[in-house]
DNA sequence: TATTTCCAGACAAAGTTGGTCTTCTTTCTC
DNA sequence: GAGAAAGAAGACCAACTTTGTCTGGAAATA
């Protein structure tokens, strides 16, 4: 019941292009030290994105990858499904659609109910909305005791980045 | 991001009980057999079941399980959490208030509301009115091209179970 | 006391997750 | 055309989780 790591990182790796102006290629290295990802597991993922048609790969010197679609279309359900696969809560519906327990398909029912809830979530969320709030701390922040994002101590933000990092909703 | 079949046979279990007259004591095998479940491995979920004071057990001839608490008040989400521990789509609020990433905080805050929709679902649902429903079928059958809940051809539904399985509610 | 039932823990096979490594292929630059 | 630089593809792998099984014991009952 989680979201897989791969997920999290496309997602984030998606973000970090949706950061930039568009059209601009990043090197998978690149993106891959800024959010801190393996850069061989990022290659991977961004196999899945390429096919999926977010982004376009180039080869060569002068290579690496960049938005295809416009991040205020790239909804966060088609990216997690085109690296985890489907989100399904239970097996009832795909694997066989009757389920051979005696109370099982109330419970099917219960869990395709909770699946399509989060779907909903992901759906309506887009690549860019999620860079442009980039810290929605605002109302769990109590919970945490924080005052605000961190970064690692001795690792300064990349200079692109500061901007955005104090972005206006973030201050106010 | 699957409910585990663990969780999904503690739900199972209890439902086999809540079926029955409240305080019946019921033997780990009849409930296995009737819901199709590995008896050692519901061995196994109903102990946690015992801890979490959902049902208490009796040894020796004559034992069984039996409820502890009525089904209109013990919600799914307890079960599932008794299982499976708790759901939580993602680790930067357990593990670590703030995540190392450079957008990441923004997903955790979507990854989280997510969560929230489906704890919420679950949280509404008992295991009462599960059992009372049964085959909430009603809704998608025409996605499954179904007709109604099947069963095993050669396997005859206990006696005890079908008044439930037409349940008025299942006709209309 | 014998039998029946659950309890507790060790064990294990299979699948998933989270990567790494190597060997291409493509592209750019000199 | 020769390197060098970059992604592509796939094999591989360690650790962990899931989904069980098995054995020996403890308690309750007959």
Redesign the pocket.
């Known amino acids: ?2 979201i ?3 997920g999290e ?1 496309g997602m984030l790796g998606l973000m970090a292009l949706a950061r930039r102006p568009l059209g601009d290629i ?4 690149i993106i891959a030290s800024e959010e801190e ?5 990022l ?2 993922i ?2 899945n994105l ?2 999926a048609g977010f982004v376009r ?9 960049s938005l295809l679609r416009s991040p205020e279309e790239i909804t966060v359900l088609e990216v997690i499904e085109s690296i ?1 696969g489907k989100i399904a809560f239970q097996r009832c519906q795909e694997d066989k659609p009757d389920c051979t327990h005696m109370g099982g398909c109330a419970l099917c029912g219960l869990f395709s109910e909770a699946q399509d809830k989060v779907k909903e979530v992901f759906a309506r969320t887009t690549v860019a909305s999620l860079t442009r709030q980039h810290t929605p701390f605002s109302d769990h922040q109590e919970q945490h005791g924080l005052t605000g994002p961190k970064h690692q101590p001795g690792k300064p933000v990349p200079e692109h980045l500061i901007q955005l990092s104090k972005s206006p909703q973030t201050v106010n």
């Open positions: 019941m989680q897989t790591r791969a990182y990043v090197m998978l290295d990802i393996p850069v061989s597991f290659g991977k961004f196999q390429t096919k790969s180039a080869r060569g010197s002068k290579g690496g990858f985890e």
